[in-house]
């Protein structure tokens, strides 16, 4: 069966230091592979996807970046942190090749806190 | 551009009682429509989706949900609520010939009181 990792599940982190969250996935090849931020009392916002080894994808401009140097492996970074970068973050993957109507399984987050 | 709307933050129900979470959304043209819940401290796990076919989707936890094509709504329904419902869910759109991202809606957190 397929299973999603993602780590840490919760930091604290000064501003101005960098940041690299990671996710990783098992039991399928080639997925498709999102990052989102859910920040406090607000729904989630899409921030980079993949469809493959080195596509990213970005939805909104920010001060973080994303990349994938393995088929099941989404790094989510930063090279200074800013306050308004605190949220949960959640990994997801989804089948690729497929229809549209796939569903996303979502990893247990990252809750990050920039102080 | 795609866009969902859940126009309730909180949605505070009685236990046994029936339950409705909305949504709306704007595509440009037909949608594949979700519902996701997610638990205190967790990610978010699938509920029920929409493809194509009969407007009333069941999906997990007796959830079900009914598209409406003409109001542009995807509306979360239980015939009787639970303690253990209560969770923050989201609704979430996707453009049939669109980019593959998925659209979130800003949640609703729903109580169930004993």
């Known amino acids: 069966s397929q299973t999603i990792h993602q780590w840490p599940a919760t930091l604290v982190q000064p501003v101005g230091s960098p940041l690299s969250l990671e996710c990783t996935v098992e039991?399928?090849?080639?997925?498709?592979l999102y990052w989102y931020r859910q920040a406090a009392g607000r729904g989630l916002q899409l921030l980079f996807y993949?469809?493959?080894?080195?596509?990213i994808s970005s939805e909104v401009p920010q001060n973080l970046s994303a990349s994938r140097p393995q088929d099941r492996q989404f790094i989510l970074s930063s090279k200074k942190l800013l306050l308004s970068d605190s949220g949960f973050y959640l990994c997801?993957?989804?089948?690729?090749?497929?229809?549209?109507?796939?569903?996303?399984?979502f990893g247990s987050g990252t809750q990050l806190s920039v102080l | 551009a795609q866009s969902v709307a859940q126009p309730e933050d909180q949605v505070n129900v009685a236990e046994g009682n029936p339950l409705t979470v909305k949504c709306t959304y704007s595509?440009?043209?037909?949608?594949?429509l979700f519902w996701y819940v997610q638990y205190p401290n967790r990610g978010l796990q699938f509920l029920l989706k929409?493809?194509?076919?009969?407007?009333l989707v069941k999906g997990s936890y007796g959830f079900e949900a009914e598209f409406n094509k003409s109001q542009t709504s995807f509306h979360l329904k239980k015939p009787s609520a639970l303690v253990s419902d209560s969770a923050l869910y989201f609704c979430?759109?996707?453009?049939?010939?669109?980019?593959?991202?998925?659209?979130f809606g800003t949640g609703t957190r729903l109580t169930v009181i004993p």
């Open positions: 039991g399928t090849s080639n997925p498709n």
């Open positions: 993949s469809v493959g080894i080195g596509q």
């Open positions: 595509v440009s043209g037909n949608p594949y």
């Open positions: 929409y493809i194509t076919g009969d407007n």
């Open positions: 979430a759109v996707r453009d049939r010939t669109g980019a593959n991202n998925l659209f």
């Open positions: 997801a993957w989804s089948v690729v090749g497929g229809t549209k109507n796939e569903k996303l399984f």
